[in-house]
């Protein structure tokens, strides 16, 4: 079982998840690197900054405490790909029993 998780690019995202409150940066775009960034904050104290958000892989994996656990970036036009735009991305937490 997965849920989506709701992001947007031009601006920060709020939500709830088991009690804690979230809040995701807007998804940009690195023009150096070209790569897709974001920080992540929870319950107001904890803090998660420049997280790149990269295809395949649990984004917040190396972070325990994070409330989002097994958070993965999909791109949607070609799952098999890493993410070439925010219109192609989708944020997922896929349950553990999956």
């Not at 807007?26 to 929870?42: L, R």
């Not at 999909?74 to 991305?89: A, E, R």
């Amino acid at each position: 079982m997965s849920k989506i998780v709701p992001f947007n690019s031009r601006s920060g995202t709020s939500f709830s998840l088991d009690g804690h409150s979230i809040i995701l940066s807007s998804v940009t775009q690195n023009p150096i690197d070209e790569m897709w960034y974001m920080d992540i904050s929870w319950d107001n104290k904890e803090h998660i900054y420049g997280l790149r958000v990269t295809s395949g892989v649990d984004l917040v994996q190396q972070f325990p405490a994070c409330p989002l656990p097994n958070l993965y970036a999909i791109n949607l036009k070609d799952p098999t790909s890493d993410i070439i735009s925010v219109g192609s991305l989708q944020l997922v937490i896929i349950s553990p029993e999956v």
